[in-house]
């Protein structure tokens, strides 16, 4: 069994090495112990969030994130029990009525620079809107900032699911299902509609992918881009839990990473322009303003 195992490593991490970036990036995620309920009205959920290279597996440090979670008629619905350990963040949530539920982990950081006797400083990571003006040291000049956010979702329901919870808000990536999330099956086809600040959210791609992928050498990722309305499908092949992940922007303008270089596997931005040398002592071009970005990421149950 031993032998087993080492042979599977060894080849899994044979074939993380022949991957693109994203394969083996950190992927953000919240992950239900059940996706269905009865609808009792004494149910609960327990959710493990974390970020991870293996779905569904602890191998980063925990992150001190502050779940949100919606009941299904659109109220705010108590977390209960949260905790946050070395590698992940476990909570509660009751289910008490029947319908869809919602929980999400939104957050927002502006990124950028600015100019301090003559050189050129980055904002500190987690500057907000709010604390921008402590950021920013006086005498700084030609202040740069864009908007990074990012949304982490999955989904309950207790009896029949339903849709109220998936108003939008008009920021960052936000998943509308034509295909309810709590709904999804073997062998069937499901769509989901992707808007960026309110509009659709064409020509992105999008990653699925199922969890268990420490213990195989095939990360068995399905790839598809968002048509002109927002919308992409995907065919489930196999019962399980998997990870949805599209994203958009990039770090830096013209001349530096430019929209949508990092792909949504993993933190946008970090893949490198097609074309631009790699190795030591390459050239660098100049870097342009921040851009806008966002990535948005959910976790859903494929029933077999």
Known sequence: MMKFRKTLLLLAASAAMALPQMADAARPWMLPSETMFAGSGNEWVTVDAAISSDLYYFDHPGQDWQPIATA???????????????????????????????????NEMLMGS???????KMLPRGTTAATLATA????ATDVQTATARTRIETFVTA????????????????????????????GEAATFQFLLNGKPA????????PGGIRYRSDLKQMDAKTDA????????????????SISSGG?????????????????PGAGRPQGQPQGEGAPRPPMGPPQDRATYAMTV???G
């Open 202 to 209: 064409a020509g992105l791609d999008v990653v699925a992918i």
């Open 301 to 303: 149950e494929v029933q």
């Open 159 to 186: 009896g029949e699911p339903d849709r109220k919870v998936f108003t939008t808000t008009g920021k960052g990536l936000e998943m509308v299902p034509v295909t309810h999330p709590n709904d999804l099956a073997v």
């Open 114 to 120: 600015y100019m301090l006797n003559g050189e050129r």
């Open 229 to 244: 309305e927002g919308k992409v499908s995907f065919t489930w092949p196999e019962a399980g839990m998997y990870w949805v």
């Open 72 to 106: 299904p008629d659109g109220s705010a619905a108590q977390v209960e029990n949260r905790a946050i350990g070395k590698l992940r963040q476990t909570f509660d949530l009751g289910i008490k009525t029947k319908g869809t539920y919602k929980i999400a982990i939104v």
């Open 251 to 267: 770090r830096r303008g013209p001349g530096g990473e430019g929209p949508g270089t990092g792909g949504p596997g993993g933190a």
């Open 136 to 139: 920013v040291p006086q005498g």
